[in-house]
Every structure is written in structure tokens, then in C-alpha cells.
């Protein structure tokens, strides 16, 4: 059986604080084309809408250099 929500996209926030964060939504954007990214400089923060395996991956990536 399936998780429920399994397959849904999600909405997540992820601070962003070592790295620029056009690089980090590029970066991303690239990793995973089927993902949605935005980005807020005001608060640092990462904006994705993603599916949840897709959000795992993110969680894995290491902050850019």
C-alpha cells in the first residue's frame, strides 16, 4: 500500500545560509526538473514545491561551496 500523500506535492522551506540563493535554486532546479523553486531573500529562505522522494533529495544535496 501506498503512504497517503505519497504522491502529492508539498510545499517545504528550507533556510539557506552558506550559499547565494539564485545558485541553490539553480542548482536545484537542475537536480530535479520536475520540482518547483522560488526564492526569498528576504528571509534566506528556499522555497520548493516538490514531490515528497523529491524533498528527500534536497534534503541530501550538500550546501554549495
Known amino acids: 500500500g501506498e503512504t497517503p500523500g505519497e504522491n502529492q506535492e508539498k510545499l ?3 533556510p539557506i545560509q552558506q550559499i ?9 532546479q537542475e ?3 520536475g520540482a ?3 526564492s ?4 534566506q529562505t528556499l522555497l520548493a514545491w516538490a514531490m ?8 541530501q ?5
Do not use: C, K, N
Open 40 to 43: 526569498d531573500p528576504t528571509a
Open 12 to 14: 517545504m522551506v528550507y
Open 31 to 33: 537536480a530535479l526538473p
Open 20 to 28: 547565494d540563493l539564485a545558485t541553490a535554486v539553480q542548482t536545484l
Open 52 to 59: 515528497p522522494w523529491e524533498h528527500e533529495t534536497i534534503g
Open 61 to 65: 544535496l550538500p550546501p554549495l561551496p
Open 36 to 38: 518547483r523553486f522560488s
